[in-house]
């Protein structure tokens, strides 16, 4: 009896490390775990909001989901779509905010909003000028959606314009810390700077 438990944990054991054909190991199960994607971090700001909440693409195995809680704690499965959508547009927007801020011509400013810094070469060129002044509005635009809507749903009350404001000037410090080195960001003086 203790002759045959010795040879079968033996073969246990060699089969795990694959020294046993799948003819003599009980199974021949192979397990391959999925590549791991890593995302970009979000701000501090954005995790309180939306928790965790990631884009999913198509190899993706795991789903998120959004939850926002009420002012007295209790939890709904209901996100804000308001939201939600200027996080989207940021998301889209941010390979054009990136690329601009490489060039040199978008900055991060104290207020929490991407500024213009003039450029000459954009200021000769009408349709490059066009397309980054859109671009700024639609990331400002979305900015001042999630600083509004956070601080509605954190208080359940409309907030006043000097609240969105210090609500701003937290976040334009976040993102002078996330800040890629050689991007300008304006400190709290407003001199321009790199990083």
Same mark, same amino acid.
């Given at each position: ?16 490390? /694959?020294?046993?054909? %799948?003819?003599?190991?009980?199974? %021949? ?14 701000? #501090? ?6 928790? $965790?909440?990631?884009?999913? +693409? @198509? ?6 989901? #959004?939850?926002?809680?009420?002012? $007295?704690?209790?939890?709904? $499965? ?10 989207? +547009?940021?998301?889209?927007?941010? +390979? ?6 490489? @060039?040199? #011509? ?5 207020? /929490? ?9 954009? @200021? ?10 859109? #671009? ?18 954190? *208080? ?8 969105? $404001? ?11 810390? *996330? ?7 304006? +400190? *709290? ?7």
């Amino acid at each position: 009896m203790r002759k045959t438990l010795i040879i079968f944990v033996i073969m246990v054991m060699f089969g795990m490390t /694959g020294l046993v054909s %799948c003819a003599t190991a009980p199974s %021949c199960l192979v397990i391959v775990p999925p590549a791991i994607i890593m995302t970009g971090p979000k701000t #501090v700001i954005e995790r309180q909001i939306v928790g $965790d909440y990631r884009e999913l +693409d @198509e190899n993706s195995w795991m789903v998120s989901s #959004v939850q926002t809680f009420s002012s $007295d704690g209790s939890s709904s $499965d209901k996100a804000d779509p308001q939201l939600l959508a200027a996080f989207a +547009d940021r998301h889209r927007l941010s +390979d054009s905010i990136s690329a601009f801020k490489r @060039e040199g #011509v978008l900055g991060e400013a104290n207020t /929490g909003f991407v500024a213009y810094l003039p450029s000459a070469a954009f @200021e000769k060129n009408a349709a490059r000028k066009t397309e980054l002044n859109n #671009v700024m509005r639609q990331e400002n635009a979305a900015r001042t959606i999630i600083f509004r809507r956070s601080l509605f749903l954190s *208080k359940n009350a409309e907030p006043t314009q000097a609240e969105i $404001d210090a609500f701003g000037r937290l976040f334009a410090e976040e993102q002078a810390a *996330k800040a890629n080195k050689g991007e300008m960001i304006q +400190d *709290k003086s407003g001199r321009w700077r790199k990083k």
